[in-house]
């Protein structure tokens, strides 16, 4: 992700495989699925056999990775439309989940929120949750006026979807709700607005 010094910032690593788990749950969006394909070399004999598997294609992703994942013969393959249409499914996989189970996350940056918020409903520490970060920079941030979340953000300012406050989207991130915190840019005097750049692309 972007360089940058507020302490809330989400870092993400390398999808490594955990020899030690005796399940696995490995979410993925779009290109987060390249990440899922590199582990293919290090993971430990049966790994893919006691994982299981969902995946949102969504974003610009060329290639059928879909299908490639699925070709790994994991013990069980979903592919969901959005990742709110597969939340329902990590939350039952979570559910049912044993000690020894580990959590994966490779994609963007909204699937990874939502999929460290979702697993700390089932007390998971987001710190033992690996990711890794693929794909589109856009944030999934949130009016901190309204508390109205605005999807797929690309812009340093930015109309709120419910209240349509122009928001300056801060570094600031809760992990609480997975979103960046968007304040009103021209609060102080209405319309007096910075232009809007793309720095999320």
């Known amino acids: 992700m972007l360089a940058s010094g507020i302490k809330s910032r989400p870092v993400y690593g390398r999808l490594t495989s955990n020899p030690q788990a005796r399940s696995n749950i ?5 290109e987060g699925a390249l ?3 590199d582990m293919v070399a290090d993971a430990p004999d049966g790994f893919w056999a006691r ?3 969902l995946y949102v294609p969504g974003g610009s992703a060329a290639q059928d990775h879909g299908a490639k994942l699925a070709a790994l013969a994991p013990f069980s393959w979903h592919e969901s439309p959005t990742v709110p249409a597969m939340l329902p ?3 039952a996989l979570l559910g049912a989940a044993r000690m020894g189970t580990q959590l994966y996350l490779a994609g963007t940056e909204p ?8 697993a700390g409903e089932f007390g998971v520490d987001h710190a033992g949750v690996r990711t890794e970060h693929r794909g589109s920079l856009a ?4 009016c901190v006026h309204c ?3 605005t999807e797929s953000v690309t812009m340093s300012i930015v109309p709120c979807a419910h209240c349509g406050r122009h928001l300056f989207v801060r570094d600031h991130y809760s992990r609480r709700i997975g979103a960046f915190q968007g304040v009103m840019i021209d609060a102080e005097k209405p319309g007096d607005r910075p232009p809007a750049e793309e ?3």
């Open 89 to 91: 499914r990590l939350r």
């Open 26 to 30: 490995m979410v993925a969006d779009a």
């Open 51 to 53: 994982t299981h598997i």
């Open 139 to 142: 944030r999934r941030v949130q």
């Open 199 to 201: 720095l999320y692309r």
């Open 111 to 118: 699937l990874i929120g939502e999929g460290i918020r979702v």
């Open 35 to 37: 990440a899922v394909l």
């Open 147 to 149: 508390k109205g979340i």
